[in-house]
């Protein structure tokens, strides 16, 4: 975690005297320092950069910004959608294997038999159809016989 310290300005603190004029600040070449510091020596600068910061570290800083009620507010609505997001997935895995059983254990037993009973009367269509057929070819073949003698017989006169 960051810890912040404020660091108070000398000139504030200590006010300076009035110059002529009454001037507070005055020109003075005493007032300018050298410009290097010590944050900017090239040793710090090494030392940070080995210093290994992770993304959930530079998150977890950031959370001072937003303040305390939002920040509650934010975790309450993520709270609130996350518990009701885990529930409807849920209740939907349940309702899908309540659905997928009830397939397998009624369904699939009933289209089993449905196609026995489309097989069973087929098979009697068929058998219908060729005894027609073979009471049919009997007829016919009777009656061609038949027909043929009387012809035959006629022929003969």
Known sequence: MVRLEEVEDETF???PE???HDVL????DADYTDTDSEISDSSDVADLSSFEES???????LRDIIPPQT????TSTLSTTVSAASKTITFGGKSLWVVCTSVLLLGLPYALAFQDEQMVQEEER???LMSEGAS???S???EAGGQGGQQGGKAAL
């Open 55 to 61: 993304l959930t570290d530079r998150l977890t800083a």
């Open 140 to 142: 016919a073949g009777g």
């Open 136 to 138: 049919g070819l009997m």
């Open 126 to 128: 068929q058998r219908q």
């Open 71 to 74: 920040r509650a507010k934010l």
């Open 18 to 20: 009035s110059s002529k």
């Open 25 to 28: 600040l005055a020109d003075d």
């Open 13 to 15: 603190v200590d006010k």
